[in-house]
Nanobody, 114 residues
Framework: QVQLVESGGGLVQPGGSLRLSCVVSTTIISFNSMAWYRQAPGKQREFVARITSGGGTIYADSVTGRFTISRDDAKNTVYLQMNSLKPEDTAVYYC????????WGQGTQVTVSS
């Protein structure tokens, strides 16, 4: 019954920005942490960013300084602000909530291309 729904993906030119959203069907405080992962064609799914229940954040080296993860408990939503996008950021981005179990969204496509 727990659902995570990502949105905000699309096509953007290199150097551009996008903001991804992940809306959770339950209260977001049900999760110990929430995270974003991504999977490029032919590649393994990789960690992008995580925000803990205490508000601490962790980023993959590849996105540090460019991406920002945040949450809005009132809206039961987690965000990923992506700036200075590069072609290598092209992937399907997935939202993950971690509590007693792990829950995954269906993904949203981000394409960075000229």
């Amino acid at each position: 019954q727990v659902q995570l729904v990502e949105s905000g993906g699309g096509l953007v030119q290199p150097g551009g920005s996008l903001r991804l959203s992940c809306v959770v069907s339950t209260t977001i405080i049900s999760f110990n942490s929430m995270a974003w992962y991504r999977q490029a064609p032919g590649k393994q799914r990789e960690f992008v960013a995580r925000i803990t229940s205490g508000g601490g954040t962790i980023y993959a080296d590849s996105v540090t300084g460019r991406f920002t993860i945040s949450r809005d408990d009132a809206k039961n939503t987690v965000y990923l602000q992506m700036n200075s996008l590069k072609p290598e950021d092209t992937a399907v981005y997935y939202c993950k909530g971690t509590g007693r179990y792990d829950y995954w969204g269906q993904g949203t496509q981000v394409t960075v291309s000229s």
